[in-house]
């Protein structure tokens, strides 16, 4: 790759930026501010032409903020989608995460090939490993005990459910893991941890220190949450809006937290590795 532009993000695409640049490959950057200086990177105060002269365009993971703009966190602006759409040339490759249907419907508009980081394979087996970590530490950040000897509940053993299973009982959590599949369940109970099937949700909860999600559905509900006690840490790890019913949860003094993009607040760099390897993965198929 010769030229990559990278517009906005966080501190995964300012690493991302330097892997790159690094690499030999010039970038261009935009609504980002990297402290670190490199001859192959340039800063773009505009959205100048020179940007939309790469064949490689980078946005965000996810791509959109709360207000429906490209995800930029170090400027204060309201970028639209279709905005840089217009301004890109047919045919560019466009990297970002977090697939909707006005991003589909742009790429088919302008002639773009689209390409949504998050759904490739790779990227979300190697990306559980810093969430996971990232979940661990704000359990650790939120508690006045040990989570050695804490009993955690992980609802969900997809990809991070799996992980975070691992890490937990690996530091001597009592892990019990809520799954819907019976292959599921068998796996949780060899790999030594308490298997809870979602109808047995119920009667395990109020016994919980912490409780992780990872179901992108509202598991926790009004009526789950008034059996959770007190004391008990609520992490929700899904996709927005979660599958944590926070009102509720404010409502009966629980101490939830939504916490999304963990691997771009705690392991930057390494999210940023996993980025640039699943790029030039999804660049070597496209040729």
């Given at each position: 790759?010769e ?8 501190n995964r695409q300012?690493?991302?930026a330097l892997?790159k ?6 970038v261009?950057?935009y609504?980002l501010k ?8 340039t800063?773009?105060l505009?959205?100048s032409p ?5 064949k490689v ?10 207000e429906g ?5 170090d400027q ?7 905005t840089?759409f217009?301004?890109?040339k047919p045919?560019t490759i466009v ?6 249907e006005?991003?589909l ?7 773009i ?6 759904q490739?394979?790779t990227?979300?087996?190697l990306?559980?490993?810093?969430t ?11 508690t006045?005990f ?8 992980i ?5 991070i ?5 691992r890490m937990?009982?690996?530091?001597g959590?009592?892990?019990?893991v809520e799954?819907?599949?019976t292959?599921?369940?068998?796996w ?11 109808d ?11 409780i992780f999600?990872t ?9 789950r949450l008034?059996?959770v006690r ?7 790890l899904a996709?927005s809006p ?5 009102q509720?949860?404010t ?9 999304l993009?963990l691997?771009g ?9 996993i980025?640039?390897?699943v ?9």
């Amino acid at each position: 790759m010769e030229q990559l532009s990278i517009i906005g993000g966080d501190n995964r695409q300012k690493h991302a930026a330097l892997i790159k640049a690094k690499s030999g490959t010039h970038v261009q950057t935009y609504g980002l501010k990297i402290s670190t200086h490199h001859e192959n990177i340039t800063t773009c105060l505009t959205l100048s032409p020179e940007l939309f002269n790469s064949k490689v365009i980078m946005l965000p993971v996810p791509y959109k903020n709360h207000e429906g703009g490209i995800n930029i966190i170090d400027q204060r602006e309201h970028l639209e989608t279709e905005t840089l759409f217009r301004l890109m040339k047919p045919n560019t490759i466009v990297i970002y995460g977090k697939q909707d249907e006005e991003i589909l419907e742009l790429s088919k508009k302008y002639s773009i090939h689209s390409y949504d980081i998050v759904q490739e394979e790779t990227f979300s087996i190697l990306n559980a490993i810093p969430t996971a970590e990232g979940a661990i530490q704000r359990a650790m950040e939120r508690t006045d005990f040990t989570l050695h000897g804490s009993k955690a509940l992980i609802l969900g053993y997809g990809r991070i459910g799996k992980v975070l299973a691992r890490m937990l009982y690996g530091i001597g959590a009592k892990v019990a893991v809520e799954a819907r599949k019976t292959e599921d369940l068998v796996w949780i109970e060899q790999s030594g941890y308490t298997a809870v099937p979602l109808d047995k949700l119920d009667s395990i909860i109020v016994e919980q220190d912490i409780i992780f999600n990872t179901v992108p559905a509202l598991i926790l509900n009004r009526n789950r949450l008034k059996k959770v006690r007190q004391d008990c840490i609520i992490i929700d790890l899904a996709s927005s809006p979660g599958g944590v019913d926070f009102q509720a949860a404010t409502e009966f003094g629980l101490s939830a937290s939504l916490d999304l993009g963990l691997p771009g607040f705690v392991a930057p760099r390494t999210a940023a590795e996993i980025i640039c390897r699943v790029t030039d993965e999804i660049l070597e198929r496209h040729i």
